[in-house]
């Protein structure tokens, strides 16, 4: 039997329901393994998010996820102040899908999944293995657009 856990991310608020603005949007991150570019882009996407004022809950996870998280991503959110939510990537499930108004896909076939009840971005991010400089300016490059974006839809 397989378990899956779902992992929302709200801190302070963020993503929290407000009588004021109705229930937050999900945004889903996707990468293939769950290990490294969506874990990285969900806890960008979160500090940006909050920081801004946005009301979002932000969920990510994997297609073919890895056994555990890339020890480069964890290393560098670490020493840059963010937390880890999970011990090791999931796979995503038809509710993830179903339960997003935003899925970005970084790299992933989505296809054995049904489709989602929202909007599909698609990103292109580097391997981190290639140039983990490069990938990491990447997604927080993508992140900020994403985070102007909503903004604007306000």
């Given at each position: 039997?397989?378990?899956?856990v779902a992992?929302?991310?709200t801190?302070?608020?963020?993503g929290q329901?407000?009588?004021?603005?109705g229930?937050?949007?999900?945004v889903?991150f996707m990468?293939?393994?769950?290990?490294a570019?969506?874990?990285?882009?969900?806890a960008?996407?979160?500090?940006?998010?909050?920081?801004?004022?946005l009301n979002?809950?932000?969920?990510?996870?994997?297609?073919?996820?890895?056994?555990?998280l890339?020890?480069?991503?964890?290393a560098?959110?670490?020493t840059?102040?963010?937390?880890?939510?999970?011990e090791?990537?999931?796979?995503?499930?038809?509710?993830?899908?179903?339960?997003?108004?935003?899925?970005?896909?970084?790299?992933?076939?989505?296809?054995?999944?049904p489709?989602?009840?929202g909007?599909v971005?698609?990103?292109?991010?580097?391997d981190f293995?290639?140039d983990?400089?490069?990938?990491e300016?990447s997604?927080?490059?993508?992140?900020n657009?994403?985070?102007e974006?909503?903004?604007?839809r306000?």
């Amino acid at each position: 039997m397989e378990i899956i856990v779902a992992f929302l991310l709200t801190f302070s608020g963020v993503g929290q329901q407000t009588p004021a603005t109705g229930p937050a949007p999900t945004v889903l991150f996707m990468c293939p393994r769950g290990a490294a570019k969506s874990l990285m882009a969900s806890a960008y996407f979160q500090k940006v998010a909050k920081e801004r004022g946005l009301n979002v809950r932000v969920d990510f996870a994997g297609t073919e996820p890895d056994p555990q998280l890339s020890k480069s991503v964890v290393a560098h959110l670490q020493t840059n102040g963010y937390q880890i939510p999970i011990e090791k990537p999931r796979a995503a499930t038809a509710a993830d899908m179903q339960g997003a108004e935003i899925v970005v896909s970084m790299g992933c076939d989505l296809s054995r999944l049904p489709a989602p009840r929202g909007v599909v971005k698609q990103w292109q991010v580097p391997d981190f293995s290639a140039d983990f400089a490069v990938a990491e300016q990447s997604i927080r490059d993508q992140v900020n657009a994403l985070v102007e974006e909503l903004l604007q839809r306000k």
